[in-house]
């Protein structure tokens, strides 16, 4: 049983920071691919930032030098630093991983809300 688990979200004021985690049981060596997504009321998801499992690494042009994102295998965790945030950032971000052949696995989502 694959599960991810969001953590870190929380209300911040504009141009703060926050570091969301995301958990995966039975570890993230698993995943081709690991994400974060965010969907804002009203708004489609979106892709924010995604690093493979080599490490290599793909912004939305929307957080490009704001966000990064890592990982760290030996906690079967990834992260996302956001700073310099904006009221634009408020949204449910999403934790997503890609299992080959197995599929696309989702976490429950966890809430950041910008306060301008």
């Known amino acids: 049983q694959v599960q991810l688990v969001e953590s870190g979200g929380g209300l911040v004021q504009a141009g703060g920071s926050l570091r969301l985690s995301c958990a995966a049981s039975?570890?993230?060596?698993?995943?081709?691919?690991m994400g974060w997504y965010r969907q804002a009321p009203g708004k489609q998801r979106e892709l924010v930032a995604t690093i493979s499992s080599n490490s290599s690494t793909n912004y939305a042009n929307s957080v490009k030098g704001r966000f990064s994102i890592s990982r760290d295998n030996a906690k079967n965790t990834v992260y996302l630093q956001m700073n310099s945030l904006k009221p634009e950032d408020t949204a449910v971000y999403y934790c997503n991983g890609v299992v080959p052949v197995y599929g696309i696995y989702w976490g429950q989502g966890t809430q950041v809300t910008v306060s301008s």
């Open positions: 039975g570890g993230i060596l698993r995943f081709v691919v």
